[in-house]
């Protein structure tokens, strides 16, 4: 079962920013948090990760709380083409096997508007 | 960085036939991974290889799907005597061992069984 919990929808205006928040209470010491989009038959698109310090890259930053059971994707100035399903995801405990899994739930569906 | 290749995009099948995709995984990848993505729904974790060792099976994946990675190079994902429920997209990743372990999700093949 999916270990994240995510609004299905959210709405914004183009060229504002965006906050996705993803709850994930059941988080361990070792997981890190990986969000990822989908753009509209396109496979899954890496857009950031972060283990317990806020990230910041070119197409994002992540907010992790201090005790790690929530994080905040921020899209800085939203665009038409970064309306996707955002997903946040945590990276499951291995396996004896020594398997990462990584599971998805439904995630957010970010609709931009003009 | 070629990014993680798959083959055929799209195949159309007659119920009952077999069909087999094709993951050219990123090059130094060592971990391989298949997911099935149905409409509205995130991927699903199929199965999972670490170098050439198949290490774990989804409870999803039936007897009719096998999976190899000869050689730890590409993968094949083959489905035999498709049924209509085995449409969805067809997701391969790849990722290699450390830097918190992201993967990397190729287009997806679609699969359709009429």
């Known amino acids: 079962d999916a270990k994240t919990t995510q609004p299905n929808s959210m709405e914004s205006n183009e060229e504002e920013p965006v906050h996705l928040p993803c709850n994930h209470s059941?988080?361990?010491?070792?997981?890190?948090i990986h969000w990822y989009r989908q753009l509209p038959s396109q496979g899954p698109e890496y857009v950031i990760h972060?283990?317990?310090s806020n990230v910041n890259n070119r197409m994002a930053s992540l907010a992790i709380a201090e005790d790690r059971k929530s994080s905040t994707l921020i899209l800085h100035r939203a665009t038409l083409r970064d309306a996707a399903v955002y997903y946040c995801?945590?990276?499951?405990?291995?396996?004896?096997?020594?398997?990462?899994?990584?599971?998805f739930g439904t995630g957010t569906r970010l609709k931009v508007l003009a | 960085d070629t990014g993680v290749s798959q083959d055929p995009r799209h195949k159309i099948t007659k119920r009952g036939q077999n069909v087999t995709f094709r993951c050219d995984p990123i090059?130094?990848?060592?971990?391989l991974y298949w997911y099935r993505q149905t409409l509205g729904q995130g991927p699903e974790f199929l199965t999972y290889?670490?170098?050439?060792?198949?290490?774990?099976k989804s409870r999803l994946l039936s007897d009719r799907f096998s999976a190899e990675r000869p050689k730890g190079s590409f993968s094949t994902l083959e489905i035999q005597r498709t049924e209509q429920g085995d449409s969805a997209m067809y997701l391969c990743?790849?990722?290699?061992?450390?830097?918190?372990?992201?993967?990397?999700f190729g287009e997806g093949s679609w699969l359709t069984v009429v």
């Open positions: 059941t988080i361990s010491g070792t997981d890190y």
């Open positions: 090059s130094e990848h060592n971990r």
């Open positions: 290889f670490q170098n050439e060792a198949q290490l774990e």
């Open positions: 972060g283990l317990t």
């Open positions: 995801i945590l990276r499951d405990t291995p396996t004896t096997s020594g398997t990462y899994k990584y599971i």
């Open positions: 990743a790849s990722s290699r061992t450390g830097g918190g372990n992201t993967i990397y």
